[in-house]
């Protein structure tokens, strides 16, 4: 019985190093070098232009204004909607509107002037909790250029007075 284990191990032994140089072997035969790619010329930092050359800024692409009068007096019309009767709806259409029009001061005007009637307490068939939703959900409708420009940042300073405002009526 031990005579068998021990030629078994050997086997194994001699099998595992005959795998070894025979991948050695393998390996050697199989390489062959590649030639390098011949390096760049040498240039300097700023060798894109010569001294004393100005170098002319890339066209900016015009930017057209995204309200056209239609919007314009949706925008128009969803405020006073608002105005006249304050509700659920006419706060959904005036954040909506707001953010569609694509401006971060105007939806910030619109978020402070929602938040003023909620403290007045004519937004009765709306929650805080309904509110604060409302106003997060709209935000995203911006565009990311819109957002994290810097009238964005003053826009997520708004939003987070708004929710800090409204966070502590949405815990009963």
């Known amino acids: 019985m031990v ?3 021990l030629t078994s ?3 194994l032994g001699f099998v595992a190093i005959a795998a070894y140089f025979y991948q050695r072997i393998a390996d050697r035969s199989e390489t062959s070098d590649l030639p390098l790619p011949p390096p760049p ?6 060798s894109d232009f010569g001294v004393n050359q100005l170098r002319v800024p890339p066209e900016e692409p015009r930017v057209e204004p995204k309200v056209d009068n239609k919007s314009f007096e949706e925008a128009v019309h969803a405020i006073r909607d608002f105005q006249q009767s304050p509700n659920r709806n006419s706060t959904a ?7 569609l029009t694509d401006d971060a001061k105007n939806f910030g005007r619109a978020i402070e002037l929602v938040l003023m009637s909620w403290r007045d307490d004519r937004l009765a068939d709306l929650s805080a909790v309904e509110l604060q939703e ?6 995203w409708v911006l565009s990311s250029h819109t957002r994290s420009s810097g009238a964005g940042f003053v826009l997520k300073r708004t939003l987070s007075s708004a929710n800090s ?7 009963p």
């Not at 010329?41 to 700023?46: A, N």
């Not at 259409?93 to 953010?99: D, E, F, G, T, Y």
């Not at 409302?134 to 935000?139: A, C, K, M, R, T």
């Open 3 to 5: 005579t068998l284990l």
């Open 9 to 11: 191990v050997l086997l």
């Open 41 to 46: 010329p040498p240039s300097g930092l700023f």
């Open 93 to 99: 259409k005036l954040l909506h509107v707001a953010a």
């Open 134 to 139: 409302l106003i997060n959900s709209e935000y």
């Open 165 to 171: 405002e409204l966070a502590p009526t949405n815990n």
